[in-house]
């Protein structure tokens, strides 16, 4: 076996051993070529060959910003599983991360898969944070109670001591990777005000209720999807008046559906379920691996 940049050939086979990955399918045949085209500095895309040079499995590193790193789409063929292939993936890519300046690899892993969460604790990686995703319905006549802010200083001060961030581990959805989760700073807020996507809820007396941050609106076969990189507010008042600001928002960005990233607390989930807004059936699984001694 042998560790090596992925090339545009290994297409077909990458995507011969990822087409029955899971029932429902996998993004990674899909997107394989277009990793391929956006490999540089801040992305690397590897696969693991057989003596013959065919790809039997594959991952990618990313840099989401110069100290944090991101690991995704481990996939290894059937032939090849229990050989430690993926391992052997694991660590060239954040090998790959760490002379690249990172000090912290992260990844996630679906709650249920149960080898991919060992796989990934076997080569260091150690369990972060748990998060859910909903799914506010967009609705042009949604209306939270006060007013919703673009104030980035008053949502910092939310975040920061907002039991959300402490669930999350201060990660939020990044704002240009689908589905990465990146620190949530003052800078990406005051971004995100710039741009019109940062949502405070705010009322006269009571003061900051609740945040919500638009990450991107992706474009699907059958419409828009807005999605928000996190929602986090004082109680379950406040949490239908920031779903119904995500709901109003989502809607003005002519999407057709929307979901929010929140924490995987019984408070959190409880509080949206008893907002009557869709809940996604489990949680998934952030796990993080500290970078320091491999430089």
Do not use: K
């Not at 060959?49 to 991101?70: C, F, K, N, P, R």
């Not at 369990?127 to 506010?136: K, L, T």
């Amino acid at each position: 076996m042998d560790i090596r940049r992925a090339r545009r050939s290994d297409a077909d086979a990458v995507a011969a051993f990822t087409e029955e990955t899971w029932a429902h399918g996998d993004y990674v045949a899909d997107v394989f070529e277009e990793w391929d085209e956006s490999d540089g500095a801040d992305r690397r895309t590897l696969v693991a060959t057989d003596g013959a040079d065919e790809a039997v499995g594959v991952v990618q590193g990313v840099l989401l910003s110069a100290h944090e790193a991101w690991v995704q789409g481990l996939r290894v063929a059937p032939d090849a599983r229990g050989s430690g292939t993926g391992s052997a993936l694991l660590e060239a890519a954040l090998d790959w991360a760490a002379e690249r300046g990172a000090a912290v690899a992260r990844c996630m892993v679906f709650s249920w898969n149960v080898q991919g969460l060992g796989g990934t604790r076997a080569v260091g990686f150690e369990p972060a944070c748990e998060f859910r995703w909903i799914h506010p319905e967009p609705d042009a006549d949604a209306t939270p109670v006060g007013d919703v802010r673009d104030d980035p200083d008053a949502a910092w001060a939310f975040w920061t001591r907002s039991a959300a961030r402490d669930a999350l581990a201060g990660l939020a959805l990044d704002d240009d990777e689908p589905w990465a989760l990146a620190e949530l700073t003052r800078e990406r807020l005051r971004e995100a005000a710039d741009e019109d996507r940062l949502l405070v809820c705010h009322e006269a007396g009571v003061g900051t209720r609740g945040v919500a941050l638009r990450a991107r609106t992706d474009g699907l076969a059958d419409g828009e999807r807005a999605e928000y990189a996190v929602a986090t507010w004082r109680d379950g008042a406040a949490c239908r008046d920031v779903l119904a600001a995500v709901e109003r928002d989502a809607a003005e960005q002519d999407a057709e559906e929307a979901r929010v990233l929140i924490p995987e607390t019984a408070r959190a989930v409880s509080d949206v379920a008893t907002a009557r807004v869709d809940v996604g059936d489990e949680p998934d699984f952030v796990l993080t691996c500290d970078l320091s001694a491999r430089t």
